[in-house]
């Protein structure tokens, strides 16, 4: 498998991390996001969305994040990370889906007003942090109430929903995400998400750099 990526990326922190816990092997292509690599023809004729990351496995291509961690952990068999019962798997699988269509687009506003902006030489928008608050709080509380009731999303061991949900707050204390009202979700990503080794391989700090600064 090709994985079509910048490691820097929400999304591709989300498809590296989750592929090092399904143990699947492959082999990273970069794509430098900061230079628009996910812009140039040769990428686009593998993902025409002009985003990344994207799979690439014999004749099948694949984007969207979350699709690649489901087709790697089937391929590799890996029942723990993506269990195969049926009720399990139709949580994850909502999980999954609801983290593509509502958290990582509310967590994408801190990463871009308190991140992006900043490092380019602007500054936040309080009025578009304002704006997004009281929908990050009404998601955040849904996640924390998931969190109250068990150790990880789906139960009592990491699958490739904690990484998809986690990866959107992968730089949660940069991003400045409000979690103080959250205790549970805290938890989970302070003491669950960030002590696993697939998450300390992956590690993003702040300045969207792999290296830890000294
Ligand atoms: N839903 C897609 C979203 C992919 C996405 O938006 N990727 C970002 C990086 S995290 C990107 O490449 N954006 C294009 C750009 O900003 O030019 C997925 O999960 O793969």
């Known amino acids: ?25 492959f082999e990273l292509e970069h794509v430098d996001y900061f ?6 023809p040769a990428y686009l004729a593998i993902n025409p969305n002009a985003s990344i990351p994207a799979l690439v496995d014999d004749d099948l291509v694949l984007w969207e994040s979350n699709a690649i961690l489901q087709y790697a952990a089937d391929k590799a068999g890996n029942q723990s990370a993506y269990p195969t019962n049926l009720k399990i798997r139709a949580d994850i ?3 999954l889906l609801w983290e593509s269509s509502s958290w990582f687009p509310s967590t994408y506003v801190y990463l871009v007003e308190n991140c992006v902006k900043p490092l380019l030489g602007g500054a936040a ?9 009281a929908q990050f709080h009404k998601l955040a509380s849904i996640l924390d109430g998931r969190l109250k009731e068990s150790r990880w999303i789906a139960g009592d061991h990491p699958t490739i929903a904690d990484i998809a949900l986690a990866s959107p707050m992968h730089l949660h204390a940069w991003q400045q995400l409000p979690l103080g009202e959250h205790p549970n979700l805290v938890r989970w990503m302070t003491q669950e998400v960030e002590a696993l080794p697939c998450w300390k391989a992956t590690m993003v700090y702040e300045g969207f750099t792999v290296n830890k600064p000294v």
């Open 93 to 95: 699988n909502r999980w």
């Open 35 to 40: 230079k628009g690599e996910q812009k140039s």
């Open 1 to 25: 498998m090709k994985i079509y990526a910048d490691p820097i990326t929400v999304n591709c922190r989300k498809v590296l991390a989750g592929l090092d816990l399904i143990g699947a092997p």
């Open 125 to 133: 928008d309080p009025a578009v942090l304002e704006a997004q608050q």
